[in-house]
């Protein structure tokens, strides 16, 4: 039997191996029995294949002198996955070798799983939107950004109803697909945000799949206050009145010295 704890482990993480093994002879011990992970494995076409894991504080084979008839027993490995381990199902040889009472050796080797997945870790900005104080029919776009180690697979994301806003594109739901790893897709709704309302609630629901195809829905809230129309306009305009004022003092001044300048010559 085998056991893996955490299962699934996530990449870069540790985890604890336990194969049990058993003595089904009735009278026969096993001898010298030694169990050990095929961690290098040989493709069909003949290539030598690194499986993401290695071996801590030990090695990656474990050995007992017997073990008796009708007995189990553990052979425990401490295992650490890369931490650019794909996510995906591992199968791992295991080589089983002992003998028997009159000395004879057996060989067996058999094929065990392990899961090397992490938790999804998504998170949604607005990276823009056409509408404001005024203006208010027009797009917003959702940015979805994969923050975690695992791809993600088979996104849609749903625009809830809210009585801040009416959603007048011509569906609520949008199909991004996969998204990897340290990467993002954006989803565009339109919208009416209602009148007198300053601060608009946008509730989302997510729907994907992880590197194993297990299923998970998210509701994210997304709150966005309202701008004034032209709000950078507003402080360009300052910044240009400034500006005038400034210029307009330069050639008071400007003026003035040129007065005197005139005026001690015409002294002289």
Same mark, same amino acid.
């Given at each position: $039997?085998?056991?893996?704890? !955490?299962? &699934?482990?996530? !990449? ?5 191996? @336990? ?14 029995? $030694? ?6 494995? @040989? ?28 007995? +189990? ?19 791992? &040889?295991?080589? *089983? ?72 594109? +011509?569906?609520? @739901? ?26 608009? *609630? ?37 910044? *240009? ?28």
């Amino acid at each position: $039997s085998v056991k893996l704890t !955490p299962d &699934p482990v996530e !990449p870069g993480k540790r985890a604890e191996l @336990i194969l049990a093994v058993k003595n089904l002879a009735p009278s026969s011990n096993l001898r010298d029995v $030694s169990v050990e992970l095929q961690l290098m494995t @040989i493709q069909q076409t003949g290539m030598m294949i690194d499986l993401p894991f290695a071996p801590v504080d030990s090695t990656n084979k474990k050995a007992i002198s017997r073990i008796l008839p009708g007995q +189990t027993t553990e052979f425990r490995f401490s295992l650490i996955t890369y931490p650019d381990a794909e996510s995906k199902i591992y199968k791992v &040889p295991v080589t *089983i070798t002992y003998y028997d009472d009159v000395g004879r050796q057996y060989q067996d080797t058999k094929i065990i799983s392990i899961n090397v997945n992490s938790e999804p870790d998504l998170y949604v900005i607005i990276e823009g939107t056409t509408i404001d104080k005024k203006t208010r029919t027009g797009d917003v776009i959702f940015d979805v950004v994969n923050q975690g180690v695992s791809d993600i697979k088979l996104l849609s994301v749903k625009l809830q109803k809210h009585t801040s806003f009416e959603i007048v594109s +011509t569906s609520n @739901i949008e199909y991004l697909g996969n998204i990897d790893s340290d990467d993002f897709k954006s989803a565009r709704f339109r919208v009416n945000v209602e009148n007198e309302v300053d601060e608009v *609630i946008f509730p989302l629901t997510l729907t994907y799949r992880d590197a194993l195809n297990n299923e998970f829905t998210e509701n994210i809230q997304i709150t966005h206050k309202l701008r004034d129309p032209m709000g950078n306009g507003k402080g360009n305009g300052t910044i *240009i009145i400034l500006l005038i004022l400034v210029a307009v003092i330069i050639f008071w001044q400007y003026r003035r010295r040129q007065k005197r300048k005139r005026a001690l010559k015409e002294e002289d």
